[in-house]
Structures are given as structure tokens and as C-alpha cells.
């Protein structure tokens, strides 16, 4: 079984930029979360999707970043203009499950560097 | 946000040792995870727990849901060189569908 795909691995990029990144879950997976990692913290939720809809946004700093899954399956995540502080990494997630258990299945991560 | 505090935030123990960290928050929780994460990867879940007092072993594994569902433990016995990484507490709380998780616990296995 495929596991979460994200792309691009590495970016870097000056502030005031854009950038995006892309997740397609595992295959089947309803539920769809993108995670921001700052260096030495544990990850924070920025947005999850129930198929096309958004369960919780409420992290999500909506003057700079936005996120869309239109058709329920891939996702992408979009900061525009990027700061300093945004570097970080940023995990896409999905579950099967619709009733969060809290079983998330992981990517790889987009590691972003701003300078 | 909800903050779970993780102890100790790093470990360098030999190999063969155990290894045990734990988990707390000031807030009840209905779901206790932890999980790991490698260098350059994505977290993977290594344990779930969902009943106060539960007591969970997967392999060299065993995590405990705390009775006051304010807390959780995991141990590592007779760690291997493989057990590096970083080590996460999640929680989920009731009614709620959003994970948070701990700082993370990085640990060191010198062989």
C-alpha cells in the first residue's frame, strides 16, 4: 500500500514569496490534515478535511496560508507571502477513519526554508 | 491551544537499558497516542490508547493511559541502537477532533 505522498521534499524561498505544497493521501483515506513542524516542537494542526470539507481551520493563519481539496482526494497547502517565521516543516497526514481516532498516517514532510 | 507537557525532553541511555518518558496535560483527554518520529520522516504511530487505566505493550513497547486521563507513560525495555528518534505524546480531548501533540522526547542509544 502507497503511503502519504507530499512534494516538493525541500524548498527555499525569500520572504514575501509564495509557495505550495501538494499531498495525496493514502488511497481511501476520507479524512486529510496538514501539520506545521517548527525545528525542536511537536507538530500543530493547521487544517483537516473530511473528504472536500474543512473539519477545523481554526490554526490556520488564513491572512497568509491557504489550503483546498477540491475533488477529496490530493490537497494543497499555499502560504502567500511567506515570513521568516513559516519555515518550518509541513506534514500532511490522513486517516481512514471518520470519527477521529487519533491513527494518523504520515508523510514524509515538505521542509520549508525562508530567508 | 491545549499544551501537553512531555518529560524529560531527551535521553542518552546505553544500549540494553529502558528507557520510560511520560506525558501530562491540565486538561482531560479521551485518546492517549504516542508516536515516532525519524530524521528527515514523518511521525508513525507506535501506540494507541483509549480506555483510562489501559495498559497497552506492543513488542518492547508498553504505554499506560493515566486513571485521572490526565496523563500517559511509555516504556522502551532493552533498547536497540534503532530506538533513536524523536518520541511524541498526542491526545485527543473529548468532542473534539483535533490532535495535539507533545514537544517530543528525542532519544540517544549509544550501542
Redesign the interface.
Known amino acids: 500500500e502507497a503511503g ?1 505522498a507530499q512534494s516538493p521534499r525541500y524548498k527555499i524561498i525569500e520572504k514575501r514569496q509564495s509557495v505550495a505544497f501538494w499531498c495525496n493521501p493514502i488511497s481511501g483515506h476520507a479524512t486529510l ?1 496538514w501539520y506545521q513542524q517548527i525545528l ?6 493547521l487544517i ?1 478535511f473530511q473528504n472536500n470539507g474543512v ?2 481551520d ?2 490556520l493563519p488564513k491572512d497568509r496560508f491557504s489550503a483546498e481539496r477540491l475533488k477529496g482526494v490530493d490537497s494543497t497547502l499555499k502560504i502567500q507571502p511567506a515570513k521568516l517565521e513559516d519555515s518550518a516543516v509541513y ?1 500532511c ?1 490522513s486517516s481512514l477513519d471518520r470519527s ?10 515538505s521542509r520549508l526554508t525562508v530567508l | 491551544g491545549q499544551q501537553l507537557n512531555q518529560s524529560p525532553q531527551s535521553m542518552f541511555i546505553q544500549e540494553g537499558e529502558d528507557v520510560s518518558m511520560n506525558c501530562t496535560s491540565s486538561s482531560i483527554f479521551n485518546t492517549w497516542l504516542w508516536y515516532k518520529q525519524d530524521p528527515g520522516e514523518g511521525p508513525v504511530l507506535l501506540i494507541a490508547l483509549y480506555k483510562a487505566g489501559e495498559l497497552t505493550s506492543n513488542g518492547r513497547l508498553t504505554a499506560q493511559f493515566g486513571i485521572t486521563r490526565k496523563d500517559s507513560f511509555l516504556n522502551i525495555s532493552a533498547s536497540i541502537p534503532s530506538d533513536v528518534g524523536i518520541y511524541f505524546c498526542a491526545g485527543l480531548q473529548g468532542g473534539s477532533e483535533k490532535l495535539v501533540f507533545g514537544k517530543g522526547m528525542k532519544l540517544t542509544v549509544n550501542p
Open positions: 502519504v490534515y525542536g516542537q511537536g507538530p500543530k494542526l483537516q473539519v477545523d481554526s490554526q506534514l497526514a477521529n481516532t487519533g491513527e494518523l498516517f504520515f508523510g514524509e514532510g
